[in-house]
């Protein structure tokens, strides 16, 4: 199936037996999470029926997510809770988890990690072995005594010198000492500076806008003059997690799935995936026909090979297959 | 006297009889603190000599600094403490007084404004009748009585409809619901964006570094998708308002002294004014040399005229005009 078809390269609304075709045409499915399967604890109506069909007939689906605010263990119990039956913890690729293996099993962090971040980070640190400063230990100031005080400020708090890695993430008990702490660490140009992911905001009910973990990152790229690692979409690293434990991902035969055109098209686009996008999320397809007029090939890239209303559009083509 | 006697253009490393020039012909000097002539509560040796003496030869003296964490009063007291006995508080031009004449007479907000940052923003807000929201009402959230509540979250928390501009500067109370209560009233495009300053960083002892007010704006630009508009240094502003409380104030009569290339060189350059680096705080003449070399005008708009160990190297030039 051409992208190409009906008119201009990419933003191809697709319907019916042309969702039929890219179901017979692709062997696995990668789909964003929040604004494409789910809105907080309410499923897309629909997503869990695709979802649970395209795992019983056979197809490979994974689920990647900049949300680092969960484990993967408690991911399985809301897929479970929203309807999502059918799905496993190894499918499951969060900035999370991704950064985790990419501590452990890439960079082979020898110290401690200082974390900007919540428990969804912290499990993870966890369970894949890689040490991490308690939040109380990254809190304490010691007295001349070596007594813990409080009232840490940067210019009484301790600093461990086993930091060799400063990960940021999603964290709503962010300070400014944190901030403060994670900019000194990073001064060692030999700490390594980590993103879960750059996601600059989030919509909320109600019109109000949850910041990003883009934003911590900005401020403490300012605070150093060095640019944060991101593990999270749009980089390419939570495919490769996939690849290197799963034998056979072949991205031609894969569909990225997604609700925002500057991480999830952006990332199929790095990974040499198709991409489509379901308007139930963030971008609308205004947003995705003014990048597909632009000259930039970076904007380029955010544009998605399909559209659909909501992935719940494709439950007509599974009824079509039979 | 040309900045391009010596060879290079500009970065002149001035001593005795060249410096006595420049007091002969200058009428203005317009100092930076921090770095300058001080460190935290320490004068930089000769600094308070060379400060009372051009005052009591009759120049204009002036203080333009982007640290917005104390009120003026405040620094006419520091002043005083570390032996700059004759200032007063309208030679004082902080970044936090500049915003409060700036959202005053300027911008003219009909309003509240939301503030993240400390004590000297509110006192000179207060003192210039610009009204802001208190820290308490800032923090509050109403439960179903109206009655305040804790654990306010952005999920939660009472959002005022009066807001009518953030102003961004220090605040190491910074916390992640300050950020995205700012976040929401920024999504008003009516709501206007200030910055006290952009500073990054700043030197502490021990190696550390406080994180500046820029790292703050970076991440509400990041969430907002809007650019601050900045009140202090290199931002003209400052120099505006020095302009308009003191008649005849002519940039070719005026020097620019400060140790930072990004901010307090760009500002001089700026408003037209020549500049002097002084090697007593961030910035070194190896980083100004760098930038004399680059073929970016705006690098070269960070180069300083004049270089100079300390200002206290004025101290024999004063002796040579006696």
Redesign the interface.
Known sequence: MDGAVGGLKGCLKVRGSQIRHLLEAKDTFLFDCDGVLWHGEKAVPGAPGVVNTLIGRGKRVFFVTNNSTRPRENYVHKFYRLGFTDVRREQIFSSSYCSAVYLRDVARVRGQVFVIGGKGIRDELREAGVPFLQEEEQERRLDVDGQPQPDA???NCD?SADVKAVLVGH???????K??KA??YL?DPDCLFLATDND??HP?KD??????S???T????????RKATVIGKPSRFMFECISSQFSGVDPAQCLMVGDRLETDMLFGSNCGLDTMLTLTGVSQMEDAEVYSKSERSTEQSFVPDYVVDSIADFLPAFEELD
């Open positions: 400020t940067i210019f600093l964290d709503d008990q962010f300070t400014f000492l901030l403060a900019s000194c001064k600059p905001w909320l019109g109000r806008i949850l910041p990003g883009g934003c911590l900005a401020a403490l790229e300012v605070a150093t003059g």
